[in-house]
């Protein structure tokens, strides 16, 4: 019972995992169409701090 509440809370954070992740990837094609690099390269940064 214990290894399948464990996998359930694994299976949970990489969920959340990689939603993060899909919004990193939106603010970058987001920010690419309407600014620099520079731009996008600070959000995803600052984005990727919040892990």
Same mark, same amino acid.
């Given at each position: 019972?214990?290894?399948? &509440?464990?996998? =359930? &809370?694994?299976?949970?954070?990489?969920?959340? #995992?990689?939603?993060?992740? #899909? =919004? +990193? +990837? &939106?603010?970058?094609?987001? =920010?690419?169409?309407?600014?620099?690099?520079?731009?996008?390269?600070?959000?995803?940064?600052?984005?990727?701090?919040?892990?």
């Amino acid at each position: 019972m214990q290894k399948n &509440e464990n996998l =359930m &809370e694994v299976l949970i954070l990489e969920k959340e #995992k990689n939603f993060k992740l #899909k =919004m +990193v +990837v &939106e603010n970058i094609n987001a =920010m690419s169409s309407d600014a620099s690099i520079d731009s996008a390269s600070s959000t995803v940064q600052i984005l990727l701090q919040c892990y």
